[in-house]
């Protein structure tokens, strides 16, 4: 859908305020095309031969729907001890307290466990479920983040798609068409909340407020909204013009990155921070990154085969996806790495990269917390 919309804005002239050069689209195009027609080459190849490996499930623990209320609390007055109990009404200064200096692997471990609740939880009674989804989904409007959100709500969509046999095209639809919306809420919201209201009376005044104004811009972040792809097209062009040389051992500080800047203030940059200091170091000044597709961080360490490269990565990942996805049909312990380890690893990875960003963090990171939430099985494949 992306590379149609960026193909639409283009034949129609729509003005792109990130683009260097237009020449730029040419390679960016190109270079998505290559990628996704490997893509198809290594599904197709590996969907011809009879795969029989080894599915790894897991096994939460029973205490793990209990212990999402821990991780919210703890969350919370991480979040309050730093800032005050003024922060709850301060979403972008609640956002920095749960990611700055470390406590974005509480944040972390908050977000897979309620990811694990979440696969068990029809077989909780109606009200528990009512305040487990009040609490958690009012966590993610309390710091402002849409992102936590729509992680939640694709584990919900996959999880109908396994449990009741829908089709996962529907729901991804229906969550891709809300998410915008949810943008333009949140992005109103915070601006109401800078002015000391409660949460419910910022709602209230956000939803009174909605208009055609907001439609249009609505319908703007579906269908004009490219500055990922141009980001993109940006750092391509200059590789293209050997304006930006391909540098290899960046991908080693992926190492490092687990590491608190607090601890390691020279903490060298991820792959997004450092290419957003490089072509947009005003925007990093004020804390901010840009992500630049999983495809350009493949071209920074390999040079342009780095496109073939990418495309190959991916399609082994898809095809591993696949597997498990369809094992989850007959054992719901599949599912669980299905969706928080394999799913996830590749959606962050082709947003932002797959290696020296937090891809790579949350694959480690999910790894570990989930061998201390419950147990891992194996399945042997015949």
């Known amino acids: 859908?992306?590379?149609?919309?960026?193909?639409?804005?283009?034949?129609?002239?729509?003005?792109?305020?990130?683009?260097?050069?237009?020449?730029?689209?040419?390679y960016s195009g190109s270079a998505i095309a290559i990628f996704s027609f490997v893509v198809f080459l290594v599904l197709f190849a590996l969907s011809m031969k009879d795969l029989r490996i080894s599915l790894v499930g897991f096994e939460a623990s029973k205490f793990i729907f209990a212990f999402s209320f821990v991780c919210f609390f703890a969350s919370c007055s991480l979040v309050i001890l730093r800032h005050g109990l003024s922060v709850l009404s301060q979403p972008i200064l609640f956002r920095e307290g749960l990611e700055s200096s470390g406590a974005l692997y509480l944040t972390q471990l908050y977000i897979l466990v309620v990811n694990l609740s979440m696969i068990n939880i029809r077989s909780r009674a109606r009200m528990l479920r009512i305040i487990f989804y009040v609490t958690h989904f009012g966590f993610c409007f309390l710091a402002g983040r849409p992102g936590y959100l729509l992680i939640y709500l694709l584990n919900i969509i996959f999880l109908s798609t396994i449990e009741e046999r829908k089709k996962l095209v529907n729901g991804l639809v229906l969550t891709l068409g809300f998410l915008p919306m949810l943008a333009v809420f949140l992005l109103k919201y915070r601006l109401v909340k800078s002015n000391n209201f409660s949460v419910i009376e910022?709602?209230?005044?956000?939803?009174?407020?909605?208009?055609?104004?907001?439609?249009?811009?609505?319908?703007?972040?579906?269908?004009?909204?490219?500055?990922q792809l141009e980001h993109f097209s940006n750092f391509l062009g200059f590789i293209v013009d050997q304006r930006l040389s391909p540098s290899f051992q960046s991908i080693w500080y992926s190492?490092?990155?687990?590491?608190?800047?607090?601890?390691?203030?020279?903490?060298?940059?991820?792959?997004?921070?450092?290419?957003?200091?490089?072509?947009?170091?005003?925007?990093?000044s004020v804390g901010v990154t840009n992500n630049f597709l999983g495809i350009a961080e493949f071209i920074y360490y390999f040079g342009l085969s780095g496109v073939l490269l990418s495309g190959v990565y991916f399609g082994i990942f898809a095809k591993m996806l696949?597997?498990?996805?369809?094992?989850?049909?007959?054992?719901?312990?599949?599912?669980?790495?299905?969706?928080?380890?394999?799913?996830?690893?590749?959606?962050?990875g082709i947003t932002s990269g797959f290696f020296n960003e937090w891809a790579f963090q949350c694959?480690?990171?999910?790894?570990?917390?989930?061998?201390?939430?419950?147990?891992?099985?194996?399945?042997k494949r015949t």
Do not use: C, H
Request: aromatic fraction near 24%; charge should be negative; avoid cysteine.
């Open 202 to 227: 910022a709602s209230s005044i956000v939803i009174n407020d909605l208009g055609g104004d907001d439609f249009r811009e609505i319908l703007s972040l579906i269908f004009l909204r490219s500055d």
């Open 363 to 379: 694959l480690i990171l999910n790894l570990f917390y989930m061998s201390f939430l419950g147990k891992w099985v194996l399945f």
């Open 255 to 284: 190492i490092v990155q687990f590491i608190p800047r607090g601890i390691m203030p020279d903490k060298p940059y991820t792959f997004s921070s450092e290419m957003t200091g490089f072509f947009y170091p005003e925007v990093l």
């Open 1 to 26: 859908m992306v590379p149609i919309k960026f193909f639409f804005m283009f034949l129609n002239n729509i003005e792109m305020s990130i683009l260097f050069d237009k020449d730029y689209l040419y």
């Open 322 to 348: 696949s597997i498990y996805f369809q094992a989850s049909f007959f054992d719901r312990r599949v599912y669980y790495v299905a969706f928080n380890i394999i799913f996830l690893y590749i959606f962050n």
